[in-house]
């Protein structure tokens, strides 16, 4: 019987947040592309809660929109509640969070992939890589299919060989309802990518009906509403979210039922977040804390269940009703959903390029939780990046990337690929140590530009934001000019509590009105200019190690003064620069100095 044969440029498979990134991304740059994923109606499902953004994840959405990716309309047309955190801190850390109806942004997922042009969803499981004369050729699936296309993005998030665990009973699933990718690991290992186990879980669901909302908090959402495109979907401001606490009885009964949870009996070998632990996990690890804050937020506007954030929990399902009905306002609750914990494959990151594709085979990409990652926004930058180069590859152009000072992207793929990941990695402000330069409110300013000479916007795009910023220096260069007080008036608004609109008081307000985002800009950079001259100087001396390229056959053996680790951390990290060079773990100065002066001395010679 023939074989089923169907060609592509590009193949993503997995339908999550990466695989959505990946798939537009590379069809905005007229790829054909591939979606495959066992369930077409659970592309973009949010398994976890349904929310997009806080801190240092917002940053990477306002990127991802101004790359001309999904993620941030997606959320803004889906939003329920909508509130900026850290509001009272300065612009570098403040922070949009958007909690979404969770059936309603798959819905708009689903919709968008189809609508896409470019874009094919399939259905099926991929089991094997195709390769023709040592390239990559495609994909093949159990049924059986060859499709084929010289780029590859594996986005299969917590599937490939996933099992999920209720206290000590366990069964293969890639999450609760669905298998998981049986086959796919074993491909990667055999061309030399290596596994990394790591686990991850979910809280429980409870019912609405079941709650006291009389003994939680309110929380309100903002109004107006935030959002990641600029325009808020109809129900931003529609329901508000909770917070309810544990007590002294919860965590006596998690204590006394240690025993019966994977991780603590041994069962589960795999690494878990750090920064998202499990209920378990912050009893145990916090035993001097007599309660921890949970946050009682809803699904949607019709669903019927809330979720229960700060509450992810592996231990049996009946304990896990024990210790619901101990917390405030859940003296009645109902799960609708138990708790459960998922232990999967991901991949050494470091096996890959700044690109984000595999050292080992090239065409061949890796995205989201697959490199070690944990978040949507996360997997969904690391899958617009990807599905970029794939479909750059699959057209014979060279790789493009985003630096460490340029994005939050930038330092997030520079982190997994420089440092690797022994557990689940989380993006944070306190990561990036230009956080001024790199605000969500800048990204369109920092990245619509290179979007356009991508290929991911519209050349028009990049002219609208030039001109925002235009305005926003003219503006700027006009307020140095007048004095307020017998200084500048853009001096002036660095005092504590000065604002634009009493400068405008005083001086007049400018003959083109300027809109309010640009006002904004005004503002943040008069108030911040000494700390934001401050950062660009430090960039110029990143910039200084970056100018310096290592050629990709570099034989560092040969290298003076490199200690034999080195060489062999070198060796296989590959860094294209000085400046990546310089953040692998584990290099001395000293020896950082010792590759740039045998650089140099290449300089010279070529000379």
Request: proline share 7%; glycine share 10%.
């Amino acid at each position: 019987m023939e074989v089923s044969r169907e060609t592509f440029d590009v193949i993503v498979v997995g339908g999550g947040h990466a695989g959505l990134e990946a798939a537009a991304a590379a069809a905005r740059l007229g790829a054909r592309v591939a979606l495959l994923t066992g369930d077409p109606a659970r592309i973009g499902l949010m398994p976890c809660n349904p929310a997009v953004g806080g801190p240092g994840k917002s940053q990477l959405v306002h990127e991802i929109e101004a790359l001309g990716g999904w993620m941030g309309r997606l959320a803004d047309a889906a939003a329920i509640h909508t509130r900026v955190l850290n509001r009272s801190k300065g612009p570098a850390v403040r922070s949009l969070r958007v909690q979404t109806d969770r059936d309603g942004y798959a819905r708009a997922a689903q919709d968008a992939a189809r609508r896409a042009a470019g874009i094919r969803v399939l259905r099926g499981e991929a089991v094997r890589l195709l390769r023709e004369r040592g390239r990559l050729a495609g994909v093949q699936t159990a049924d059986g299919r060859r499709l084929r296309a010289p780029a590859v993005v594996l986005a299969a998030g917590t599937f490939l060989r996933g099992r999920i665990w209720y206290g000590l009973q366990s069964r293969p699933a890639g999450r609760q309802g669905e298998p998981p990718a049986r086959h796919l690991s074993a491909a990667l290992e055999a061309l030399g990518h290596r596994t990394i186990r790591l686990k991850t879980g979910t809280p429980p669901r409870i019912a609405l009906r079941s709650i006291d909302f009389g003994a939680l908090d309110e929380v309100p959402p903002d109004d107006p509403p935030g959002s990641f495109s600029g325009r808020p979907g109809p129900h931003a401001t529609a329901r508000p979210t909770w917070t309810t606490r544990t007590g002294p009885r919860t965590h006596r009964l998690i204590l006394d039922h240690l025993g019966e949870s994977p991780l603590y009996a041994g069962a589960i070998d795999a690494v878990g977040p750090r920064y998202c632990p499990s209920i378990e996990d912050k009893v145990v690890r916090f035993a001097d804390k007599d309660s921890h804050l949970l946050f009682v937020e809803p699904d949607g506007l019709e669903t019927s269940e809330v979720y229960l954030q700060g509450f992810s929990s592996s231990l049996p399902p009946a304990v896990q009703e024990r210790m619901v009905r101990s917390l405030p306002g859940f003296a009645r609750a109902v799960i609708q959903r138990y708790a459960y914990a998922v232990e999967y494959d991901a991949f050494d990151p470091s096996d890959l390029s700044p690109g984000l594709m595999s050292r080992h085979l090239p065409g061949l990409f890796l995205a989201g939780q697959v490199n070690g990652t944990s978040g949507y926004e996360e997997a969904a930058a690391q899958g617009l990046i990807a599905g970029l180069n794939a479909a750059r590859f699959a057209a014979g152009q060279a790789e493009v990337a985003l630096a460490p000072d340029e994005a939050y992207i930038g330092v997030l793929i520079d982190d997994l690929i420089t440092r690797g990941v022994d557990e689940p990695y989380r993006m944070m402000t306190s990561r990036v140590a230009l956080r001024l330069l790199l605000r969500g409110d800048n990204a369109d300013e920092r990245l619509v530009p290179k979007a356009a000479a991508w290929g991911l916007r519209p050349a028009a795009d990049a002219e609208r934001v030039r001109a925002k910023y235009a305005r926003v220096q003219a503006e700027l260069e006009r307020l140095e000019r007048l004095r307020i007080d017998g200084v500048s008036a853009a001096v002036w608004l660095r005092r504590p509590g000065a604002t634009l609109a009493a400068a405008w008081r005083r001086v007049g307000a400018p003959e083109d009105p300027l809109a309010p985002e640009e006002a904004e800009q005004v503002e943040i950079r008069a108030k911040y200019a000494g700390y934001i001259e401050r950062q660009q100087r430090e960039r110029e001396r990143t910039g200084e190690l970056s100018a310096y390229r290592i050629p990709p056959g570099l034989d560092y053996a040969r290298v003076h003064n490199l200690s034999r680790e080195a060489v062999e951390k070198l060796s296989r990290r590959r860094p294209a620069t000085l400046a990546e060079a310089a953040r692998i773990p584990g290099l001395r100065d000293a020896e950082i100095a010792a590759l740039l002066v045998h650089l140099a001395r290449g300089r010279k010679k070529s000379a």
